[in-house]
């Protein structure tokens, strides 16, 4: 196996850069640049020479022989001043040694996850952590790669395993008095498992957490919605303007308000008449928006918006303004009046579609492969035939591999690493 290397830091200029080597040579590579091995996972300052003997920096060396390391193999680390010119000379001095080349990106983690230091729902929470710009999503993504859905994971396994080896007993000795064919227990277990998997499934999902809880301002022209939106966003992000239609297409802006991602979506006014070509697909696709939408700002007529939208009674600083008899809330963007009332009102309800803080948000993926088990599981308690549930429990258990990566093509790992960076 080849050795590899990368800058693991932020790239240059920083205060200091750490640039990794994993593999078989690590140690030769760190020698020749260290003048000798530190002790294992002491830090030790040294002088960082290249082949020519010329010092390249000076910084602290470290020494972690596999297979307890980060990526199980043997890892070295060279702690240096984050310029570039340092970076680039110790980046050549390494692509000089033989066996050893740059790495491909997410490819210590990668390598981690072959040798066995991670699972496959681990380096997807490490992925998520990496990409983590809110508090919410950095909680959610440490519980995954951390082991909370894989320990769960592999309770629920043990589970499967526990049923099936009830039904194998039955099986294999179906002729013997002292055991019987699962009766009242094994029903009880198998729906308490279903139960629990069900539970994981109604929680909120990893696309909510990650794209934002999607907030689409609607209503017919001139009445207010992209004065709100920028208010909202904080930024001139929509023109604004007295002239009806001016919002031709849909406007998404991501913003993190009191630790919570949102998508606040601004639309062309809703219309049945007056529209031109351009506008009426402008429309279509506000309509479009409304359907994805997790919530309605309707700035509209009242009564007149979508089932469940908020009633938004805008414009409040603007003499002659439609009043609403129930509005949800009263906003004045341009004075700010009931700005923070909404916002705050806004964080209380995309909260509620939010994982718990240090609860693990599941992917598509994760839902999908534990949707298979729940399935599996469902059919196995209408069946009477020890055979078939025998299979159904099998069933339940390959899915729950595919979930930790105990079976994984080459292509959804190629495509689960390729998120991450070279250095990681």
Known sequence: MDTIFALSSGQPPAGIAVIRVSGPQASTALQALAGKLPAARRAQFSAIIGSDGVQLDQGLVLWFPGPASATGEDLAELHLHGGRAVVAAVEAALAGLPELRRAQPGEFTRRAFANGRIDLAEAEGLADLLSAETELQRRAALALAEGCFSRQVAQWRDGVLALSAAIEAALDFDDEDDVSTPGDDFTRNLNDLRAEIGASLDAPHAETLREGFRVVLAGPPNAGKSTLFNALVESEAAITSASAGTTRDVLVRPVAMGGVPFSFIDTAGLRSDGADEVEEIGIARARAELERADLILWLGPEGQGPEGAWEIEAQTDRAGHEKKVTPRNSVSAVTGEGMAELKSALVAQAMLSMPAPGQAALDARQRNLLSEAESALH????????????????????????????AATEDMLDALFGRFCIGK
């Open 379 to 406: 059919m196995a308690e209408g069946i009477q035939d020890l055979l078939l549930i025998a299979e159904q429990l099998r069933l339940a258990r390959i899915s729950f591999d595919r979930l930790i990566g105990r």
